[in-house]
C-alpha cells in the first residue's frame, strides 16, 4: 500500500529559533499555536486505525521580527511542538490504549466510562484561550490544560455545574463584542438533550437553553450571531437505547446512522431567553465546519456559511488505511451560504411575516477543507472566506489554499513552499479597516525536502511575504489559533 506524506507519526519534539526568509510585518509579534494527531502509532504495538484518533501534538510559532537595533538584528520564529501527555496518549504509550472516536471495539462499560466517570482526553482538534487559561478541545467535554509558552500539560478541566454533557461541540465559538465563549454539549439518555452555555471572559459558565432530540446528531461546530444560536442538527444521528445496549459494539462513531429523510433541522435559539424561536428543516446534507454567521434586515434573516458535503461518509473517507492509500474521494467540502428568514418568530416580529423558511446558496464550486474567516468577522458580516483547496473529484489532499471572495464569487489561490497545505489562519493587522488587511498563516508541506514550512502570506494580495522552514516534516493537523499576546521570551 502505497504511503500517503503527511499521515506519518512524529515522535520528535522540539523547541529551535529558525531563520526567516523574506520579512515579518513588524506587528506580528504573537503566536500560532496549532493542534492536531501527531503520532498514530507507538512502539509498544498502540496504533490508531482514524485520523481523528491521533495523539494530540502542540505546536507553536512564535514570531519575532527584528527590532531594528542593529545588523545582525533579524527576523526569527521560535518553534516548538510537543505532545500532550493525556490519559490516552500515556496509555498509548504503556500499550494499554483502549480506543478512541473511531479505533476499537467497546463495551458498554467502555462506552459509559469514556462518557461519565473518565471523558476522553486526547484532545487533538484546537487550542483555545478560556477564561485566561489555554486549552485543548476535542468533542469530549473534558479539556486539556497547557502552558503556551512550554507546551506543557497542566491537567484537566472539567465542569462541575451539572450542565455538562458527554459530548461536546469540538469549536466553540466567540462573540468578539463581549467576549462571550458559547459551546453546546449533547448529553444522552432517556431524554437525549442538547445544552447550549455561554462562558464569560470572567469564566462564568451560564446556561442559555437546552433542546430535546429523540436521536442526537453528530454535530462538530455550529452557528453564533449576536442575538442567536444556530444548531445544524444532521441527520447523522445516534440512537441512545442502542448505544446503552449490553455488549460488545463497533467505535463510537460507527454507532451514527444516516438517515436522510429526516433532511436537517436547525434550531434556531435566543441567546438571552434559550428558547427555540424556530427549527425549521431543510435537505439533508452534512458537514463539519460552520464558517461564520451574522444577521441581516434588523434581525429578521439569519445568515451562516457552512462547508457542506452530501453525506457522512467523508468520515469513513479519514480512516488511516484509506487516506494512506490515497482514497481521498469524499474529503472536499463546498462553501455554501444558508439564510434563514425568521419570519414572525424574529425579534422584530412587527416586521416578519410568516413561517421561518431556509434558503441555501452555493459561493464556490471549488473544493475546499477547513475553512475560516478573518476574527475581526466572527458573528459580523464577511467577505473572504480562506480554506485548503482540493480537486473535486478529489485526487490528492490540499495542494493550495484559496481566499474565496463570497461577494463576487472570485478566488485566488496559493500554491508555493511545498505541495501540500493545511487550514489557513488570517491574523488581522492592528487598526486594519480594510477585512483582507493582514496577513494568512499555513503550514505546507514540502515532500522532496522531507520538511514543513509556515508561510506568511499577504492577505490582500495572497503572495508570500515569508516562509520559515521547520526541522521536520509534521503531519497534517486540524486547527490553529494566533494569540496576540503569546510574545517572544515573554509570559503569557
Ligand atoms: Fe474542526
Same mark, same amino acid.
Given at each position: 500500500?502505497?504511503?500517503?506524506?503527511?499521515?506519518?507519526?512524529?515522535?520528535?519534539?522540539?523547541?529551535?529559533?529558525?531563520?526567516?526568509?523574506?520579512?515579518?510585518?513588524?506587528?506580528?509579534?504573537?503566536?500560532?499555536?496549532?493542534?492536531?494527531?501527531?503520532?498514530?502509532?507507538?512502539?509498544?504495538?498502540?496504533?490508531?486505525?482514524?485520523?481523528?484518533?491521533?495523539?494530540?501534538?502542540?505546536?507553536?510559532?512564535?514570531?519575532?521580527?527584528?527590532?531594528?537595533?542593529?545588523?545582525?538584528?533579524?527576523?526569527?520564529?521560535?518553534?516548538?511542538?510537543?505532545?500532550?501527555?493525556?490519559?490516552?496518549?500515556?496509555?498509548?504509550?504503556?500499550?494499554?490504549?483502549?480506543?478512541?472516536?473511531?479505533?476499537?471495539?467497546?463495551?458498554?462499560?467502555?462506552?459509559?466510562?469514556?462518557?461519565?466517570?473518565?471523558?476522553?482526553?486526547?484532545?487533538?482538534?484546537?487550542?483555545?484561550?478560556?477564561?485566561?487559561?489555554?486549552?485543548?478541545?476535542?468533542?469530549?467535554?473534558?479539556?486539556?490544560?497547557?502552558?503556551?509558552?512550554?507546551?506543557?500539560?497542566?491537567?484537566?478541566?472539567?465542569?462541575?455545574?451539572?450542565?455538562?454533557?458527554?459530548?461536546?461541540?469540538?469549536?466553540?465559538?466567540?462573540?468578539?463584542?463581549?467576549?462571550?465563549?458559547?459551546?453546546?454539549?449533547?448529553?444522552?439518555?432517556?431524554?437525549?438533550?442538547?445544552?447550549?452555555?455561554?462562558? !464569560?471572559?470572567?469564566?462564568?459558565?451560564?446556561?442559555? *437553553?437546552?433542546?430535546?432530540?429523540?436521536?442526537?446528531?453528530?454535530?462538530?461546530?455550529?452557528?453564533? !450571531?449576536?442575538?442567536?444560536?444556530?444548531?445544524?442538527?444532521?441527520?447523522?444521528?445516534?440512537?441512545?437505547?442502542?448505544?446503552?445496549?449490553?455488549?460488545?459494539?463497533?467505535?463510537?462513531?460507527?454507532?451514527?446512522?444516516?438517515?436522510?429523510?429526516?433532511?436537517?433541522?436547525?434550531?434556531?435559539?435566543?441567546?438571552?431567553?434559550?428558547?427555540?424561536?424556530?427549527?425549521?428543516?431543510?435537505?439533508?446534507?452534512?458537514?463539519?465546519?460552520?464558517?461564520?454567521?451574522?444577521?441581516?434586515?434588523?434581525?429578521?434573516?439569519?445568515?451562516?456559511?457552512?462547508? !457542506?458535503?452530501?453525506?457522512?461518509?467523508?468520515?469513513?473517507?479519514?480512516?488511516?488505511?484509506?487516506?494512506?492509500?490515497?482514497?481521498?474521494?469524499?474529503?472536499?467540502?463546498?462553501?455554501?451560504?444558508?439564510?434563514?428568514?425568521?419570519?414572525?418568530? *424574529?425579534?422584530?416580529?412587527?416586521?416578519?411575516?410568516?413561517?421561518?423558511?431556509?434558503?441555501?446558496?452555493?459561493?464556490?464550486?471549488?473544493?475546499?477543507?477547513?475553512?475560516?474567516?478573518?476574527?475581526?468577522?466572527?458573528?459580523?458580516?464577511?467577505?473572504?472566506?480562506?480554506?485548503?483547496?482540493?480537486?473535486?473529484?478529489? !485526487?490528492?489532499?490540499?495542494?493550495?489554499?484559496?481566499?474565496?471572495?463570497?461577494?463576487?464569487?472570485?478566488?485566488?489561490?496559493?500554491?508555493?513552499?511545498?505541495?501540500?497545505?493545511?487550514?489557513?489562519?488570517?491574523?488581522?493587522?492592528?487598526?486594519?479597516?480594510?477585512?483582507?488587511?493582514?496577513?494568512?498563516?499555513?503550514?505546507?508541506?514540502?515532500?522532496?525536502?522531507?520538511?514543513?514550512?509556515?508561510?506568511?502570506?499577504?492577505?490582500?494580495?495572497?503572495?508570500?511575504?515569508?516562509?520559515?522552514?521547520?526541522?521536520?516534516?509534521?503531519?497534517?493537523?486540524?486547527?490553529?489559533?494566533?494569540?496576540?499576546?503569546?510574545?517572544?521570551?515573554?509570559?503569557?
Amino acid at each position: 500500500m502505497a504511503s500517503h506524506p503527511g499521515f506519518h507519526s512524529l515522535h520528535e519534539e522540539t523547541a529551535t529559533s529558525l531563520p526567516v526568509t523574506g520579512s515579518l510585518p513588524a506587528w506580528l509579534t504573537g503566536s500560532l499555536i496549532r493542534n492536531g494527531p501527531g503520532a498514530f502509532s507507538f512502539p509498544t504495538g498502540t496504533s490508531v486505525d482514524h485520523w481523528f484518533d491521533g495523539f494530540a501534538m502542540l505546536y507553536r510559532f512564535t514570531f519575532d521580527p527584528a527590532s531594528g537595533a542593529g545588523p545582525a538584528d533579524e527576523d526569527r520564529l521560535h518553534y516548538r511542538n510537543r505532545f500532550l501527555r493525556t490519559d490516552a496518549h500515556d496509555a498509548a504509550r504503556r500499550g494499554e490504549f483502549e480506543g478512541g472516536f473511531a479505533t476499537g471495539e467497546t463495551t458498554l462499560r467502555s462506552r459509559l466510562a469514556a462518557f461519565l466517570t473518565d471523558p476522553y482526553d486526547n484532545t487533538n482538534i484546537i487550542a483555545e484561550r478560556v477564561d485566561g487559561e489555554y486549552v485543548a478541545l476535542t468533542e469530549s467535554p473534558r479539556k486539556v490544560r497547557f502552558d503556551p509558552n512550554t507546551l506543557d500539560t497542566l491537567g484537566h478541566v472539567e465542569y462541575d455545574d451539572g450542565l455538562a454533557g458527554h459530548l461536546s461541540c469540538a469549536h466553540l465559538k466567540r462573540d468578539p463584542s463581549s467576549g462571550v465563549l458559547v459551546n453546546v454539549e449533547t448529553a444522552f439518555g432517556r431524554r437525549s438533550q442538547y445544552h447550549v452555555h455561554a462562558t !464569560t471572559p470572567a469564566g462564568k459558565r451560564r446556561h442559555i *437553553g437546552s433542546v430535546d432530540t429523540d436521536k442526537p446528531a453528530y454535530m462538530h461546530s455550529f452557528a453564533l !450571531t449576536p442575538h442567536y444560536v444556530v444548531l445544524t442538527e444532521f441527520p447523522f444521528r445516534l440512537d441512545p437505547r442502542r448505544f446503552l445496549k449490553p455488549g460488545r459494539q463497533a467505535p463510537f462513531i460507527e454507532q451514527f446512522e444516516w438517515e436522510p429523510d429526516r433532511g436537517t433541522r436547525l434550531i434556531v435559539l435566543d441567546r438571552t431567553s434559550g428558547a427555540v424561536v424556530a427549527e425549521p428543516v431543510t435537505d439533508a446534507l452534512f458537514g463539519f465546519h460552520h464558517v461564520n454567521a451574522f444577521e441581516r434586515n434588523e434581525g429578521s434573516e439569519l445568515v451562516f456559511d457552512l462547508e !457542506t458535503v452530501p453525506d457522512a461518509t467523508t468520515i469513513d473517507s479519514l480512516y488511516l488505511e484509506h487516506l494512506r492509500a490515497g482514497e481521498l474521494s469524499a474529503i472536499a467540502g463546498r462553501i455554501e451560504r444558508f439564510t434563514v428568514d425568521l419570519g414572525s418568530a *424574529g425579534r422584530r416580529r412587527r416586521y416578519g411575516i410568516g413561517e421561518p423558511t431556509v434558503s441555501r446558496e452555493l459561493l464556490s464550486e471549488d473544493g475546499t477543507a477547513l475553512p475560516t474567516v478573518s476574527p475581526s468577522r466572527w458573528c459580523r458580516p464577511h467577505r473572504y472566506v480562506y480554506a485548503m483547496g482540493m480537486d473535486t473529484p478529489v !485526487t490528492e489532499w490540499a495542494q493550495r489554499i484559496l481566499k474565496l471572495d463570497t461577494r463576487t464569487g472570485a478566488l485566488k489561490a496559493f500554491d508555493e513552499g511545498g505541495e501540500y497545505f493545511g487550514e489557513p489562519i488570517f491574523v488581522p493587522a492592528p487598526d486594519a479597516e480594510a477585512e483582507d488587511d493582514g496577513v494568512v498563516l499555513t503550514v505546507a508541506l514540502d515532500t522532496t525536502a522531507n520538511r514543513s514550512r509556515l508561510l506568511v502570506l499577504d492577505g490582500e494580495t495572497f503572495s508570500e511575504r515569508a516562509r520559515i522552514t521547520l526541522p521536520h516534516a509534521a503531519p497534517f493537523d486540524f486547527h490553529g489559533r494566533y494569540f496576540p499576546e503569546l510574545r517572544a521570551a515573554s509570559p503569557a
